[in-house]
């Protein structure tokens, strides 16, 4: 069954539950320090005003495992939307019962209505049928327009579908699954999958169903050294999972046997410790000294990732290339992220840290789409289904 979208639905003067990802970053002082996840639902939140919908917000903020917690309310959030859309936003001070039914059979034109932390109660999390239920009694229609949590079987993202009849996505969730879709099952060749960050374990699953797709394949990041360890290199005190030597070599395998062009560090930032004050000096994967440990890509390795990227006409991106939280482990990122922007291809960059690493270096409109998506653009790289989009399918 295929997924209807918000503008196949009826949805004019209905109440209208929509299910986003406000899980936006706080400073100490409760004060939003990045507002993307919120503006990328904007689209979504307006076609619903201009269809005169009464509607309802529904969001999580961290992890309060069903206990409310203060630091973790969404009333930060209803500040900011309310600027953004240049309408009242009435913060509710719960999220199911009769209190906040009253709220929002109250709704008109004029505002909209932010419930309170989703879980702050432990049906959320635990996917539960009567918290869906409850929900449910708040809005007639329902749209899942957060990504990011889809890959959750969370109440307000699976076992609520349940419990209407008509039901269906935002276009932030259209514009993540059709790009996806561009890139993962017709790409423009040569598709070129850059891989990083810190373990091998983390990203198996991609790496696995991945190397069966692209063209090329660039890991980078501390799970490099896992691959150039099973290859046969002594790599100091690199972050290596030995479990997964010969994981790797199995992988290093099917690339050989399909053909694909496998692209690994030449060289590195290496360092006495994992400090920002360390002892650095670059050296080939060769020459790593015993007592120390590669924490970023090198120069020989930029030039080269570089030229790999020349041709590619699709580009996935997950996970930086070295720590690059410390300033002296950053360049080999951030000059990835030149390299990427500049490319012609289609450019398709998720996960929290490359995220980051992208806005640090003022590239966001440089690429085709940043996902809001961490763990649920894993799991779509790795080809699981995701059980939100599932749910919408019926």
């Known amino acids: 069954m295929s997924i209807k979208y918000i503008n196949d639905l009826d949805i004019r003067g209905k109440r209208l539950l929509i299910r986003v990802d406000f899980n936006v970053p706080l400073d100490e002082m409760g004060n939003i320090t990045d507002d993307t996840r919120i503006r990328s639902v904007l689209p979504t939140i307006n076609y619903a005003l201009d269809e005169e919908a009464k509607v309802i917000l529904a969001s999580h903020m961290g992890r309060p495992k069903g206990k ?76 899942n327009d957060a990504f990011a949590v889809s890959h959750r079987k969370n109440a307000s993202v699976v076992a609520i579908t349940k419990f209407f009849n008509e039901y269906g996505a935002g276009f932030l969730m259209k514009k993540e699954l059709n790009y996806f879709t561009r890139a993962m099952e017709n790409p423009a060749r040569p598709l070129v999958a850059i891989i990083g960050g810190g373990k091998v374990s983390n990203k198996l699953g991609a790496l696995e169903n991945l190397i069966k797709k692209v063209d090329k394949m660039i890991v980078g990041g501390g799970m490099a050294f896992t691959f150039l360890k099973a290859i046969g290199y002594n790599v100091g005190k690199s972050l290596v999972e030995e479990k997964l030597v010969d994981t790797a070599l199995r992988i290093l395998d099917i690339a050989k046997k399909r053909d694909v062009k496998f692209y690994l560090p030449v060289d590195c930032v290496v360092a006495d410790r994992f400090e920002s004050k360390a002892k650095t000096k670059i050296t080939t994967v060769q020459e790593i000294p015993k007592d120390w440990m590669g924490l970023d890509i090198g120069p020989a390795t930029t030039a080269l990732f570089g030229e790999v990227l020349q041709n590619a006409r699709t580009i996935i991106w997950n996970g930086p290339m070295g720590a690059f939280e410390m300033d002296a482990f950053s360049r080999g990122t951030f000059a990835m992220v030149n390299l990427v922007a500049r490319s012609h291809a289609l450019k398709i960059v998720g996960g929290g840290d490359t995220d980051v690493a992208v806005n640090k270096v003022g590239k966001l409109d440089s690429m085709s789409y940043i996902s809001t998506g961490g763990g649920a653009f894993i799991q779509i790289l790795e080809g699981k289904p995701l059980p939100g989009i599932e749910a919408l399918r019926g």
Do not use: Q, W
Request: charged fraction near 35%; charge should be negative; include cysteine.
């Open 68 to 143: 409310i917690d203060k630091s973790l309310t969404l009333e930060p959030v209803a500040r900011r939307l309310k600027r953004l859309l240049g309408k009242d936003v009435l913060m509710a001070n719960e999220c199911v019962g009769d209190d906040v039914e009253k709220i929002v059979n109250s709704i008109d034109g004029d505002y909209v209505v932010l419930l309170e932390n989703l879980r702050f109660h432990i049906g959320e999390d635990k996917n539960e049928d009567n918290f869906a239920k409850e929900l449910s009694k708040l809005a007639d229609v329902y749209v």
